[in-house]
């Protein structure tokens, strides 16, 4: 009978290191297929109500992740995990906020490269929040997608403003479609129906 392979000669999948785009990014150290995990989103977390104190206080750290609509998962991010991956407007993976979240590959990764995915992340009024480093050719120039409070009472309403909000979704939703991040309109829809419903930003 063949002995078992020695877990010291498997090698992690990823490295957790410096990132010429933001911070510490995660970087492939094998091949990857469309389809594969690359890694978990947080392989220690904590998944709390996503009504609780603990979660909205968290959402400052702008890791949080909301999975299945009720949970949200907090990284503990003495743990390196998919939570360092870094965003892209071209992206080669995904993140997948079901069961305990990952990061999945969209597009064939060479060993050395480094993974990305969108954010997808809805501002309110705070255009330009989060500028994008990215260097894609067709980066967008900021990651987040911002709402101001008129906006966020037009959704969805037969006026100028309506209007002018649904060309600019219609676009983003072009441009999410163009590079396989259709996942991400989902969250953006559900963001946007909370912000209608809530049309006053708190303060
Ligand atoms: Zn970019």
């Given at each position: ?31 990857f ?51 360092l ?25 060479l ?17 330009g ?21 008129d906006d ?17 979704l ?34």
């Amino acid at each position: 009978m063949p002995k078992p392979r020695s877990r010291k000669f498997t090698l992690s999948p990823v490295d957790f290191r410096n990132s010429p785009i933001a911070g510490r990014g995660v970087f492939a150290r094998q091949r990857f297929a469309p389809g594969d995990v690359i890694t978990p989103y947080a392989p220690k977390q904590r998944k709390v109500p996503a009504d609780s104190a603990e979660a909205i206080a968290a959402a400052d750290t702008k890791l949080t992740l909301l999975s299945e609509r009720v949970f949200v998962i907090i990284p503990d991010t003495d743990v390196p995990g998919g939570w360092l991956t870094n965003h892209s407007c071209n992206p080669n993976a995904a993140l997948y906020s079901s069961g305990d979240g990952r990061i999945q590959c969209i597009r064939p990764i060479l060993p050395g490269q480094e993974v990305t995915i969108f954010y997808g992340w809805v501002t309110r009024n705070e255009p330009g929040r989060d500028p994008c480093l990215c260097g894609a050719p067709a980066c967008r120039k900021t990651i987040n997608f911002d709402v101001t409070d008129d906006d966020a009472r037009a959704y969805q309403t037969a006026t100028p403003e309506g209007d002018a909000l649904r060309a600019r979704l219609d676009e983003y939703a072009a441009f999410l479609t163009s590079i396989d991040q259709t996942q991400v309109l989902a969250t953006i829809e559900a963001t946007l129906i909370e912000m209608h419903q809530a049309p006053e930003a708190p303060l």
